[in-house]
């Protein structure tokens, strides 16, 4: 299959999103085998949720019967695919300056393996990802020039880059994460992966 037939999956996830953070860990297991080209999507919901008219999150603004039925969901779906939960003493946490870093490893290539860090960081470890000591230390375990990348991610090009991605996710009818679009369609949720890579046969 030429390179130009392969179809793309685009995996557009949040940091602070814990069904985004199942999904990090499962997309490349499942699409392999496929002919498939995985594009890592890093951004933010807040804009997002800004525009609606009575600015609600669905996991801040959630009946608290409903806050605990996700809570359940993430820590048996976490068993299941046995990646490791513990859940954030805050939460949501603040993902800015880790989206941004994202961004440039989006553009460099080394995006998913910073992406499963950060979120292991946050849902693992219960580590500050809004912390630049703690993503100072998740570049220098990746081998990146950690100073080097906090600098670049602080100008104008790369916060401009990231508001460019937000504007794309909202022209895209995205609308929360992890999202997935691939052959012109749009699946949204982890448990809508499967059916994603799926759509590719159609």
Known sequence: MADADIPTLEFWYDFASPYS???????????????????????????IFKKLSDDASPFQRASPAERRYRRRDIERLCTAYQ??????SNYPRG??????IAMIA??????????????????????DIADKSVLADVLSSLGRNAVQILEKAETVEVKSELAQQVDR??????FGAPSFLICGELFW??????QAIAWTRT
């Open 83 to 88: 990646i490791p939960l513990v859940w954030p």
């Open 95 to 100: 993902s800015l300056p880790a989206t941004r």
């Open 189 to 194: 949720g982890n448990d809508r992966l499967e």
């Open 21 to 47: 953070y199942i999904s990090a860990y499962r997309i490349e297991r499942m699409i392999s085998g496929h002919s498939i080209k995985l594009v890592w999507r890093p951004f933010l919901l807040g804009p």
């Open 169 to 174: 996710a909202i022209s895209t009818g995205i």
């Open 106 to 127: 989006a553009n460099e290539g080394w995006c998913g393996a910073f992406s499963r860090s950060v979120y292991k960081a946050n849902y693992a470890d219960d580590l």
